[in-house]
C-alpha cells in the first residue's frame, strides 16, 4: 500500500522561504513514477503546484502558472523523497499542500501540511 507523508509547512512572513518534504513507503520502484504537489486553500478547489516525472521521463517537472519561477520541485530517489522549494512566499499561497503520485492508476495522497504565509 502506497503511503505518503508530508512535512516542512508552516508560518512564514510574505516573502520568506519554506521547503516542503514528501516522503513515499509502499512503492516498489519510486524512481519510476511521477510525483505531484497540489494545494488547497479555503473555499477553492485544489489545484496544481508542481509534478516531476520518474527516470523514464528524465525527471521533466511542470508548474502551475501561480508559482512557476518561485517553487522548486525535486527528487531523492533513493531516499524515496520528493521535495518543493517555496520561495518568494505571498499571501496566496496560504494553503494545505498535498503529496500525490498514481501508481498502476491507483491515486494517492497524503494527508497535507498547512502553509501559512502572513504577516
Known amino acids: 500500500q502506497v503511503q505518503l507523508v508530508e512535512s516542512g509547512g508552516g508560518l512564514v512572513q510574505p516573502g520568506g522561504s519554506l521547503r516542503l518534504s514528501c516522503a513515499a513507503s509502499?512503492?516498489?520502484?519510486?524512481?519510476?513514477?511521477?510525483m505531484g504537489w497540489y494545494r488547497q486553500a479555503p473555499g477553492k478547489q485544489r489545484e496544481l503546484v508542481a509534478t516531476?516525472?520518474?527516470?523514464?521521463?528524465?525527471?521533466?517537472?511542470n508548474y502551475g502558472d501561480s508559482v512557476r519561477g518561485r517553487f522548486t520541485i525535486s527528487r531523492d530517489n533513493p531516499k524515496n523523497t520528493v521535495y518543493l522549494q517555496m520561495n518568494s512566499l505571498k499571501p496566496e499561497d496560504t494553503a494545505v499542500y498535498y503529496c500525490?503520485?498514481?501508481?498502476?492508476?491507483?491515486?494517492?495522497w497524503g494527508q497535507g501540511t498547512q502553509v501559512t504565509v502572513s504577516s
Open positions: 516531476i516525472t520518474g527516470v523514464t521521463g528524465g525527471g521533466s517537472t
Open positions: 500525490n503520485t498514481n501508481v498502476l492508476g491507483y491515486d494517492s
Open positions: 509502499g512503492i516498489r520502484v519510486f524512481s519510476m513514477y511521477t
